[in-house]
């Protein structure tokens, strides 16, 4: 056990005789010696002034230290992270894509401009498939337009034989022909502006206002 400095100070007769007592014998030895840098058992140096040494010595090398490392958002999240969103981005374009595709295939339907509260005639196949020359005309007002991709369609009013009838028609069918309008602004004749995008009040009128058919 390691005595403290003070405690051999304190004995120099002791230590002179034993040093005589090793020149004698002719024997040789190593004194070890506390080291300069470690910490002494009964140091007067206090334990807040190394510590401030140490937090010193970290902050500068944090000041030495580039800003983007203490970013925790290094890289971008993905927009569409979730399966369902990107099933749902993955339908709206093939969505777009078929929509695009049936507008050119069939521009007889698409290049006619439909307007709520027009007079039109849509023609399509009545039964033999889609080649089939078997064709019926449908006529009557348009009550409302539905902006749903595929599903985009129109609804339809004519009175026939004195029964009124209402059509649902979904203009991207491959059934669907031809779209024509027979007269602008049939509902008030032209007097004023259609400024409703459903007319549905026009099933509490009478019939002959609906009445595109002659018969």
């Given at each position: 056990m390691l005595r403290p400095l003070s405690s051999h100070l304190a004995r120099p007769q002791r230590a002179v005789s034993l040093a005589s007592a090793l020149s004698r014998n002719n024997t040789t030895t190593c004194v070890s010696r506390i080291p300069a840098t470690t910490a002494r058992p009964f140091s007067s140096v206090p334990a807040e002034s190394s510590s401030a040494g140490e937090s010193s010595?970290?902050?500068g090398h944090t000041e030495e230290m580039h800003?983007?490392?203490f970013n925790r958002r290094e890289k971008p999240k993905?927009?569409?992270?979730s399966p369902r969103k990107r099933a749902s981005k993955l339908l709206a374009e093939l969505n777009d894509e078929a929509v695009a595709r049936s507008k050119e295939g069939n521009p007889d339907v698409w290049n006619a401009n439909v307007r709520v509260g027009d007079a039109i005639e849509i023609t399509s196949v009545n039964q033999g498939g889609v080649d089939s020359a078997d064709a019926e005309k449908l006529r009557g007002v348009v009550l409302g337009k539905t902006h749903r991709g595929l599903a985009t369609s129109v609804?339809?009013?004519d009175v026939v034989m004195g029964t009124p009838i209402e059509r649902k028609v979904c203009l991207h069918s491959?059934?669907?022909k031809?779209?024509?309008v027979l007269e602008e602004n049939f509902v008030y004749k032209g007097k004023r502006k259609v400024k409703r995008a459903k007319l549905y009040f026009m099933r509490d009128r009478?019939?002959?206002?609906?009445?595109?058919?002659k018969w």
């Open positions: 010595a970290a902050s800003y983007f490392h993905p927009k569409f992270k609804i339809i009013r491959p059934l669907i031809s779209v024509k009478k019939p002959e206002d609906t009445r595109v058919s």
